[in-house]
């Protein structure tokens, strides 16, 4: 390319320039820099090959994407579902025509446990109506901030905050009402939050050593690495050659568990440390473990059943939600109403909310306890416990009961009154020996 671009200034053409587009994740980006990584790379999305990572990345984006989320609305009357409404059934089925839900809010949420940040451009149609959410690389989004408030770091009413997105052939702006922001992790500010993989770096990089260690090891055949003793002086060259001859013959899974030769004269001499003596395994373990904390993963869901029992994983399941899940879709419930509906459905209580019943479901018998309870307590209609087993309505199932005979909450009393009492405990007290005749025969 140097050739032609001098012949072309010799004939008085202009050069030709090639520009490059490197993402901030990109490993050629840095060697433009001139930065050496060595050989260990934990930045972006090079972070998914540690195993440890791509494991809690996949657990939280499934379980968030696995809940259906639903619009409510809260009045004097108590809470009910808007099921017709227009954007429910936007994030219902389809947010935009090439995601699935469950492949929307999976993207999102991976991007939110990557970079601290994910983000949703918003579609309008003519009429001011959405009909679309697309998600948008969090690498390629910036958040500009007014020179005040960057200058202070103090944001008030007066501040102004608007969205770069670089298209690769242009740069477009958008407001804050034309994209949906979610924070996840820690924010300092209030208005971008800070990506776990720059603050787990050294961490990362440890488990992706050891990872890479492991790898190595098995490569090279489980030869360990050592000193070669011989009498004599040998110039470079002849030091390269047997070190590569050596090398090929000794190392590598062919050669594993086969004899190696040596001239008369040379002695090989291992150096190497042992896994049991460097603890790699207790180090390794502890990474993990920093790893999962960081991402609020508990270890049995890493298939780490060591110091499980079936009543302490029940409990975990349960903390997984309102330690680590909750938070998340409470944050996500937020920016969803505020930003997809309108001040006056707001003001009228509606709101979003995801249906959390698959994971705090439990098993049927513990369930159908709770409902006998509920239906019998007389604050759960039958139809209420049906609903939540997926059951269609029955009959008569959209009365409160309550317990003894089981009547509807109505009509209880109505047996003491056909006896000639007001009620229970309220009638007037009979005479010694003027009860009713039948009453003694039927005791």
């Given amino acids: 390319m140097k050739i032609m671009n001098i012949a072309r200034r010799i004939i008085g053409l202009p050069e030709r320039r090639e520009t490059l587009e490197l993402n901030v994740d990109d490993r050629r980006l840095l060697e433009v820099l001139g930065i050496d990584i060595g050989q260990v790379n934990v930045r972006g999305k090079n972070a998914l090959k540690v195993d440890t990572v791509y494991a809690c990345i996949r657990i939280r984006s ?71 959410l697309w998600p948008m690389d969090a690498g390629r989004v910036k958040i500009v901030v007014d020179n005040d408030t960057s200058a202070t770091g103090v944001v008030t009413n007066r501040s102004k905050v608007w969205y770069e997105v670089n298209l690769g052939y242009e740069k477009r702006k958008l407001l804050p009402h034309e994209i949906l922001h979610f924070k996840g992790g820690v924010t300092l500010d209030g208005i971008s939050g800070l990506s776990p993989l720059d603050c787990l770096r050294a961490t990362l990089e440890n488990g992706a050593s050891a990872n890479k260690f492991v790898n190595n090891f098995f490569k090279q055949g489980l030869q360990v690495k050592g000193i070669v003793q011989y009498v004599g002086d040998l110039n470079e060259d002849a030091k390269r050659t047997f070190r590569s001859n050596f090398e090929q013959m000794s190392s590598g899974l062919n050669n594993s568990h086969r004899i190696a030769l040596l001239p008369i004269g040379y002695q090989f001499q291992p150096i190497s440390l042992s896994m049991h003596d460097a603890q790699f395994l207790e180090n390794n373990q502890l990474t993990i473990r920093q790893i999962a904390s960081a991402f609020g993963i508990k270890m049995h869901q890493l298939n780490d059943l060591s110091r499980a029992t079936h009543t302490n994983v029940a409990e975990q399941q349960k903390e997984f939600y309102t330690d680590t899940l909750q938070p998340i879709l409470t944050m996500y419930e937020q920016e969803l109403t505020y930003k997809l509906l309108l001040d006056e459905e707001i003001q009228n209580g509606f709101f979003f909310r995801f249906n959390v019943d698959a994971i705090l479901r439990s098993d049927i018998k513990t369930r ?32 409160l009961l309550t317990n003894g005979s089981m009547l509807p909450i109505t009509e209880a009393g109505k047996a003491y009154q056909a006896k000639g009492g007001v009620g229970a405990g309220q009638g007037k007290k009979d005479a010694p020996g003027k009860g009713d005749p039948g009453d003694a025969g039927e005791a």
Wanted: hydrophobic share 30%; aromatic share 12%; net charge neutral.
């Fill in 368 to 399: 159908y306890e709770a409902y006998r309870i509920g239906v019998q307590g007389g604050f759960l209609k039958p139809n209420e416990a049906r609903a939540k087993e997926e059951l269609p309505p029955a009959e008569g199932g959209d009365q």
């Fill in 62 to 132: 499934e379980s968030v994407a696995k809940l259906p989320i639903k619009v409510y609305q809260e009045d004097e009357n108590g809470i009910q579902k808007q099921t017709r409404h227009t954007v429910y059934q936007l994030l219902r089925l389809r947010p935009n025509p090439y995601m699935s839900a469950f492949d929307f809010w999976k993207c999102i949420e991976a991007q939110n446990g990557m970079y601290g940040n994910a983000y949703a451009s918003i579609e309008f149609d003519k009429r001011g109506r959405i009909v679309g």
